[in-house]
């Protein structure tokens, strides 16, 4: 597993790591699955895409409802389809509780009840989505505390299952300490902050050029909501915002590069939890030492298991 925040470098890694051990690469992003969003979620390039199999890449329709819970199963009949094939499986990403599926299983969480889900939709329409989020923050706290915006899918969601349950849906997602299952080895990649950061600038910016705003304002008029959980992805946020002059070009390419900072820091503070993710500096290490310290450390680790 290569994770490590935004901008690290997983993807072109993963893709040079495939190509020396025979591997395929499985996504690890809650955002790469939805066909309709390329320029912004940072996909593998047309290239690498040939050059190397790839899985959780454009599967999905922006408006098709997806959780790190049902990537998990969708990434297990994935990893067992590699692997009859004789190939190594390469997980690569940075999503947060995407990446903890895989080292450990969620706790078994309810299925979404109808009945409840109804009825928050129609207070919501009655009262706003703001009074649901502030019933959210007084019951799971941690929850809306992370969440990026007031998603009303993802705040039906965590109500639903408090309701059902009487507990905080984050409850279901601990990351307290555990150890490394003995099939992976986890590795994250390391920039010095001021290094990301000018990676996370340069990025913003290409994106920009390479026509985010032009994907974004076609997806908007072929119907699709902007509340829609996919669309709450930091871009596209900002960028609708522009598109519906609620900010100008300039405080959307500041508010665009500060999320995404921000959103780097929060994946290496989730990450910096697991004691058994071993820190590879990107920086100091060219690719090729990288690719051989994980074959040294992954044979290690096979021989331990």
């Not at 390469?90 to 309810?110: C, N, W």
């Not at 503070?269 to 290490?285: M, Q």
Request: with cysteine; charged share 30%.
């Amino acid at each position: 597993m290569i994770a490590g925040p935004t901008c690290s470098g997983k993807s072109a890694l993963a893709v040079s790591l495939a190509k020396e051990v025979g591997g395929e690469v499985i996504s690890v992003d809650s955002r790469q699955c939805y066909r309709q969003i390329n320029v912004g979620t940072a996909k593998p390039t047309a290239d690498q895409l040939k050059e190397v199999p790839h899985y959780n890449i454009s599967n999905l329709d922006l408006d098709d409802e997806d959780s790190a819970q049902k990537f998990y199963q969708r990434a297990l009949a994935w990893s067992e389809e590699i692997e009859r094939k004789g190939k190594r499986v390469i997980y690569a990403g940075g999503s947060t509780l995407h990446l903890q599926s895989l080292v450990k299983p969620f706790d078994e969480i309810p299925s979404s009840n109808q009945d409840n889900l109804d009825s928050l939709e129609r207070e919501m329409k009655e009262k706003g989505v703001d009074v649901l989020f502030d019933r959210l923050t007084k019951v799971d706290p941690g929850y809306a505390q992370k969440m990026d915006g007031k998603n009303y899918q993802r705040i039906f969601r965590a109500l639903d299952v408090w309701m059902q349950t009487g507990k905080p849906f984050s409850s279901f997602h601990s990351n307290d300490s555990f150890t490394r299952p003995e099939n992976i080895t986890v590795f994250g990649l390391h920039w010095p902050r001021k290094m990301l950061h000018q990676r996370i600038n340069q990025r913003c910016d290409e994106m920009l050029e390479n026509g985010l705003i032009q994907e974004t304002e076609r997806i908007l008029n072929e119907g699709f909501s902007r509340n829609l959980q996919a669309l709450q992805t930091v871009g596209y946020k900002q960028v609708i915002q522009y598109l519906n002059e609620e900010i100008d070009h300039d405080q959307m390419v500041r508010d665009f590069k500060t999320a995404t900072r921000r959103y780097a820091k929060r994946q290496i503070t989730w990450l910096r939890r697991w004691p058994f993710l071993e820190w590879l500096d990107r920086s100091t290490h060219t690719e090729h030492e990288l690719i051989e310290r994980i074959k040294q450390q992954v044979a290690a680790d096979s021989q331990k298991g």
